[in-house]
């Protein structure tokens, strides 16, 4: 088993890990974008998967109930705008007929969450 040493970092730092390494979250994974304006505000990291699925990432520092709702929102808000997503980020082979999916990633997820995730 891999093992990982813990370090504190703010959310901007966590997105620059992310940009810098998200082929280490899954093999063939890009950074697309960050920070990236919707009506419900800025998302925090759009990547690409090796199969062409945009993914809607949320990053939290610290272990936050709210990240469902907030991240849901933005997979909504990209989701229906997906074939402009595709164009926009045209180098990136979107495949605007894949559904998106969404990544959450922090440090901890509260059993409340765990369950409604279910």
């Not at 093999?27 to 419900?40: L, N």
């Not at 062409?52 to 272990?63: C, I, P, Q, S, Y």
């Amino acid at each position: 088993m891999k093992k990982y040493k813990s370090v504190s970092v703010s959310e901007a730092e966590l997105e620059d890990l992310v940009r810098q390494g998200a082929e280490l979250i899954e093999e063939g994974m890009q950074f697309v974008d960050h920070q990236r304006r919707t009506t419900r505000g800025p998302l925090d990291v759009l990547l690409v998967d090796s199969g062409g699925a945009l993914v809607v990432a949320e990053l939290k520092v610290v272990e936050d109930d709210g990240m469902v709702t907030q991240a849901l929102d933005y997979y909504d808000f990209v989701r229906a705008r997906l074939e402009s997503y595709a164009r926009v980020y045209n180098t990136f082979k979107i495949d605007p007929n894949q559904e998106p999916r969404l990544l959450l990633i922090a440090p901890s997820f509260s059993t409340l969450m765990l369950s409604r995730l279910k």
